[in-house]
């Protein structure tokens, strides 16, 4: 009951603030609505169990909207960023598609025959997912992360229009001409 | 809200409230033995200097201000939460009764009840717009806001005449060093900051934290400047660079200019003191040269070539970033014979190449910069023709000995 | 909350003693200022946004004591949650965004630069500090704080994974936004995100700070110092006082360092910071895997 009730506050929760995410003129409190309605999507996932992925999804999209914030300000041009402006693009297009993806969704919910829970849940429904999504597959995914994440650097270095590269050519053993030291010395 | 507007709160609540109170100082430039009497007193009570006017309860100025630093004084007097109070202090002898009053004006609960509901409810935030007696009301009466009796927000600079929400000027693109289109935002530094020389305003355009732009001007002086020795002076930039940069030694620091400010005023008579004085002040310099985390996160930091301290005018051992500096300054405090300053005359050129320096640094690095160079306006300075200081000065007295000559 | 009190009554005493008072009149410094903040008014700013502003202040305080709230305290648990390290570290991302909403709010120039230099800083600590926190996980099998104390029963995690202790320590004063890490709230910007507070506001956010460190310390305590284990004393009281000495620990170790500036603090974070824990973490996984 009481677990029912949380659900719906959590669920209204969600949604009220995803809309609200269109409804607010400023960029901030844009980003912040959405944060908070991922909160609240999180911990709907809380209350189905799924702990880890609930509060992965918390921390993941709090510190993406902590971080997007400053993106959005630092990219948008000046004065869109801070003058009050309306967070809706191609109005109509953004409306189309948005009841076109919900009503397949919601199509999905009805028409989908839903498999009926046939053992117990597992002890551990973390481990049990992790098992379940990795299992086999660990091996590949522990070699496939740092390349992706070897990825991401090498993006990022490419695309920075002030790098070592562009300083220095191929001579990396020169002294950095930073405005700022690092910490470490360099 | 309003615990002020209600009958009052409950006494011991009022009696603890006003064991620590915060202040604001506002000193006409050159009234600086008064400001230091000042903030020794209130330091031995226990107060606190307050880095913003959002957490003083008093304002206190030394001596009478005019013009420019008046009208920041106001705007300051608007920040203050309240409850607050308001005095000034005219010469050292009246700090004491000045506190004094500090304290039964925030005590008086029909004062601020009075003071509450006749000010605006509304107030400018610290930075950007404040500290500007340059009343452009660019759309101040937009957004249905109840003004009031202000009259700052808008300033004049160019690229700052939109106006956004509530008449706030919008900054402008421009842009920046990583090639990003940044906002460029004008804030004012001075003439009421904490740690700040008194009578120094820095007008910095910044994107970002980063100066892109600066100017600087440096207020008037007292018509009787007060005399501060060169050790007290060397001391309380220490105290400052520590404080910026959050160290441990900025309260020895404070604490070893108040006792040598003590010494000079009573004299070379008590001889002993002055001693124990002396080793207290290498010992500090020792630790200081010692920590090591304090040289890291100084390091580089407001670096001055040799060329910029000849053009800027500033003496030689200005050179070197703000460790170096911070080291000088306390050498210098902590020297019983330290030569009588003589190359003062520099301060004026400093001030016009201030700019120069800022640019390209960081609004926290401009901070550290600043208080780690001699900008403050100290009385002492003899003007230029009396000193061997300027190269100007000399080259134009050698001159005129020629022509004697001739 | 009354580990944290205790926490900035201590500092109080420490400070009185740098600027050469009686170090008990340091003790009261606290109460004090809580008690002139409480009676100062707010400040209703022009073009500030009030909502995230307020939130930013009051989300601090929650964030303690929701990090509390998985803590053992002797055999007693407010919620024992299955991943309560991930929990530890979902809450602790909430301090990002209350110390940028807290500076964004104000619509000043230094509290703005506070805030971002904040968020500077947490991309620095923030990777070392989710592998220290993985590191005693790991060692115990299981991301429940009560079973990672249990699994301590014979030896206390810091005594073989020093490095991940150390650095979640340091973690602990930054995600509280204190001490050496207060760059974003310095004296060089004038307070910074603190700048324009004043009041309730102004309280609410250093009895936050306060109370993160106070938190920090409590999960400190169970994931490398053994929770309640201790002799004589009840499980409870040992959690308490360990919580305290960790604590202490902490002030007295942030007074000696300066502010770190984030744009050093960067390299240092990456460059030290995240490969000394990662080694930590390898020399962890490859004993536990001897043992199995």
Known sequence: MITGLVFWVLGVLAVVSGALVFRFDSMARATYALAVSFIAVGAALLLLQLDYVGLVTVLMMVMEMAVMAIYMIMFMGMNPALMPMSMVHSRRTALGISAGVFLVLAAGIVTVPWPQRRAAPAADLTASLGETIMGSKMLVMMGISPVLFATVVAAVVLAAPRTRYDRFGDDLRSAPSDPHHGGVGR | MGLTRARGPKAWLKGTALKRPRYLVVAEPGRDLTRLALERVAAERGWVMA????????????????????????????????????????????????????????????????????????????????????????????????????????????????????????????????????????????????????????????????????????????????????????????????????????????????????????????????????????????????????????????????????????PAGDQGDVHDRLIASLRLAADPVAAAPTSYGHRHRAVEALPSLLIGRELAEVRLTVASLDLESRGVFPEPEHGPDAGGADAAGGAVAAEAVA | MGVAAAGAAFSGALSAGATGQRPVAGLLAPAYEA????????????????????????????????????????????????????????????????????????????????????LAQALSYELPLMFALVAPA??????????????????????????????????????????????????????????????VDRLLVLAGRWALLAAGSAVAVALFLGGGAGPLLPAWAWSLLKTLLVMAALVVLARRLPLLRPDRLAEVGWLVGLPVALAQLLVVSLVVLGRS
């Open chain 2, 51 to 314: 880095h913003s006017p959002a957490e003083a309860d008093a304002l206190i100025t030394c001596g009478p201000l005019s013009g420019e630093l008046a009208a920041a004084a106001e705007v300051v007097w608007e920040q203050l939460p309240g409850p607050r109070a308001r005095v000034d202090v005219d010469s050292p002898t009246g700090v004491e009764s000045s506190l004094g009053h500090v304290l039964e004006r925030l005590a008086d609960d029909d004062f601020q009840c009075r003071d509450a509901t006749t000010r605006p409810q509304e107030q400018p935030s610290d930075t950007g717009h404040a500290y500007t007696d340059k009343s452009d009301h660019g759309g101040m009466d937009q957004g249905g806001m109840d003004q009031g009796g202000m009259d700052q927000g808008g300033m004049d600079h160019g690229g700052m005449d939109m106006s956004g929400p509530g008449g706030i000027a919008l900054a402008s693109g421009g842009e920046d060093r990583d090639g990003l289109e940044m906002d460029v935002l004008h804030v004012q530094l001075g003439p009421v900051l904490g740690l700040w020389p008194s009578g120094l305003v820095v007008t910095v355009t910044l994107q970002g934290d980063v100066v892109v732009d600066a100017h600087a001007h440096h207020l008037d002086e007292a018509a009787a400047p007060e005399r501060v020795d060169a050790r007290v002076a060397a001391c309380e930039r220490a105290a400052r660079i520590l404080a910026l940069a959050g160290s441990r030694y900025a309260a020895a620091a404070v604490r070893l200019r108040d006792a040598l400010q003590m010494g000079t005023e009573v004299g070379s008579a008590d001889t002993g003191r002055q001693i124990d004085l002396d080793g207290e002040l290498a010992g500090l310099l020792a630790r200081v040269q010692r920590s090591r985390t304090l040289r890291w996160s100084l390091r580089g930091l407001g670096d001055l070539k040799d060329d910029q301290i000849e053009k800027a005018g500033l």
């Open chain 3, 35 to 118: 008690a002139r903040l409480m009676r100062q008014r707010r400040r209703v700013l022009l073009g500030a946004d009030r909502p995230l502003w307020r939130g930013g202040g009051g989300t601090l305080l929650v964030a303690a004591v929701l990090m509390v709230g998985v803590v053992p305290l002797g055999n007693w648990t407010l919620a024992d949650l299955g991943v309560g390290v991930v929990w530890v570290n979902a809450v602790d991302v909430l301090v990002w965004a209350a110390a940028w909403m807290l500076g964004w709010g104000a619509n000043s120039a230094h509290a703005l630069v506070g805030a971002h230099r904040y």
């Open chain 3, 138 to 199: 790991v060692a115990a099998g299981s991301l429940r704080v009560g079973d990672i104390v249990a699994a301590q029963s014979q030896l206390w995690f810091v005594v073989w994974m020093p490095a991940s202790f150390a650095l979640f320590c340091a973690c602990v004063l930054a995600f509280s936004l204190w001490g050496p890490f207060s760059t974003g709230s310095g004296p060089d910007l004038a307070g910074g995100v603190l700048a324009e507070l004043s009041g």
